[in-house]
């Protein structure tokens, strides 16, 4: 009962503390710019109202139909401190948008010969072969079926990739599995990422790190300004992200009454040794129906390519929510109203 009574006293108290800064905070004028097709004007409103009444602080959503662009929206604040404006060059933390693009550079690789899918990772990472792993394939890895979800145990914050990454890479390689090879499936959150940049950097025939190919075989040709690990230079032109703290995240999620997400935050908080505890371990500074590939990003950042109906569809903000399963309302809402938009396009298409 008394553990009861003081989560109650806490998130009454996260409540009242959010409410009295929200009123005291000054209020900036709302922005928002870009370009729609005049068929997508319900969704420009939409975007425009949330930047207006406050439910959208700082964000851009674009959407390409076989490589025309047809909305280019973004509003808010890239920094509310400083009163700096989202504008057209501001770049933002897309987290876990990044593994589709990982996806694809891998793809790229397979389509040059330089790696295989039903290879076993260890054809190109020799040392990853030990503790039941010989016959985890490049595809399995890929796919979060490799059963190693916890990333390597010195791993804390992102300098570690930056200044201890040989020895990281030693860790994974040694690491046990959860379960035999391809017979279960668990998103490897943040392991996924030296994973996957340790097999490609092995396979390339450069040895290039991830990001490096990245840029130079994918972004580079297509004239994509998206970066995995961003040069210092382009520093200047990121977001300021405000991150939720443990405390206003527990009072969204419980404000929601969203089933899901209660057990879940519940699960890693008062299980610290599940699976799922360990693969949601944060580093310090930090719904299927047509044909649909992508991914969603912690905080409600989207990325996907509706290969039915041929579109690219993207969502990014630098005021992250406790969402990450492509039901943030704020995207939601804007999804629901370009498809209606898009059907109503594609007829007048026809005409």
Same mark, same amino acid.
């Given at each position: ?62 959407? +390409? ?9 973004? *509003? ?13 060059? /501001?770049? /933002? ?15 790229? =690789? ?29 595809? =399995? ?47 490897? =959150? ?7 940049? /340790? ?29 995995? *690990? ?5 520093? +200047? ?23 899901? +997400? ?45 290969? /039915?109906?041929?579109? *690219? ?39």
């Amino acid at each position: 009962m008394s553990l009861i009574r003081g989560s109650i006293l806490v998130v009454c108290a996260a409540l009242s503390w959010n409410i009295l800064s929200l009123m005291f905070k000054p209020k900036l004028p709302p922005i928002v710019e870009g370009y729609f097709h005049p068929k997508f004007r319900r969704v420009a409103e939409i975007f425009r109202n949330k930047i207006e009444n406050g439910k959208e602080k700082g964000a851009a959503f674009a959407l +390409y139909y076989k490589g025309e662009l047809l909305i280019d929206l973004w *509003g808010g604040y890239a920094d509310e401190d400083s009163a700096q404006p989202w504008d057209n060059n /501001t770049l /933002t933390l897309a987290f876990s948008i990044s593994k589709s693009m990982a996806a694809i550079t891998a793809a790229k =690789m397979v389509e040059k010969g330089w790696l295989d899918y039903s290879k076993p990772v260890s054809a190109y990472w020799p040392e990853f072969k030990v503790n039941s792993k010989d016959n985890i394939t490049v595809e =399995m890895l890929l796919s979060h079926q490799a059963g190693l979800l916890h990333p390597a145990p010195n791993f804390n914050s992102l300098q570690d990739i930056l200044l201890n990454k040989e020895e990281l890479q030693k860790e994974v390689a040694e690491a046990t599995p959860e379960w035999p090879s391809g017979t279960q499936h668990g998103y490897h =959150m943040l392991s996924f990422a030296l994973l996957v940049d /340790t097999l490609l950097q092995k396979a390339d025939v450069k040895h290039r790190n991830i990001g490096q190919i990245f840029k130079e075989e994918i972004a580079d040709e297509y004239g994509i300004d998206f970066f995995i *690990g961003l040069p210092y230079e382009e520093n +200047y032109r990121v977001t300021k992200s405000t991150f939720i703290t443990t405390t206003h995240t527990l009072l969204g999620v419980l404000l929601s009454f969203d089933i899901n +997400y209660i057990k879940f935050y519940m699960s890693a908080i008062f299980n610290p040794t599940s699976h799922t505890a360990s693969a949601f371990k944060a580093p310090k500074e930090i719904e299927e129906g047509d044909t649909v590939y992508g991914h969603t990003g912690y905080g409600g950042q989207v990325a996907f390519a509706d290969m /039915t109906n041929q579109f *690219g569809l993207s969502y990014v903000t630098n005021y992250p929510s406790f969402y990450f399963l492509n039901d943030d309302p704020r995207f939601n809402d804007l999804e629901k109203v370009t498809y209606v938009c898009f059907q109503d396009y594609s007829a007048s298409q026809k005409t």
